[in-house]
Nanobody, 118 residues
Framework: QVQVVESGGDLVQAGGSLRLSCVFS????????MGWYRQAPGKQRELVAT???????NYANSVKGRFTISRDNAGKRVYLEMNNLKPEDTAEYYC????????????WGQGTQVTVSS
């Protein structure tokens, strides 16, 4: 069974940086597109960034130029480097693993809280 576990959330001042990590287990990592999503209180979960096994990335407009997603295929990990954090980045951040095959499943972690103080 696929599992993804996030870590790295913290309280940080505006303008600061954080790196989130997600460890994947239970299947073949290269068969999954990995992503980070976030959900702020009272809002819907939204895409932050995704990365394919080949390294192609996609970002929400709100984080372009500030956040960087990367993956370590050998270590089965995905990272989200967040710079110049803003109070509006405050949210629960979730790691996602989406299979590239239709029957492979879509998996979520439990989330890690990022709080940016002004």
């Amino acid at each position: 069974q696929v599992q993804v576990v996030e870590s790295g959330g913290d309280l940080v001042q505006a303008g600061g940086s954080l790196r989130l990590s997600c460890v994947f287990s239970g299947s073949i990592f290269s068969r999954f597109t990995m992503g980070w999503y976030r959900q702020a209180p009272g809002k819907q979960r939204e895409l932050v960034a995704t990365v394919t096994s080949g390294g192609s990335t996609n970002y929400a407009n709100s984080v372009k130029g500030r956040f960087t997603i990367s993956r370590d295929n050998a270590g089965k990990r995905v990272y989200l480097e967040m710079n110049n954090l803003k109070p509006e980045d405050t949210a629960e951040y979730y790691c996602n693993a989406k299979s590239i095959v239709a029957w492979g499943g879509n998996y979520w972690g439990q989330g890690t809280q990022v709080t940016v103080s002004s």
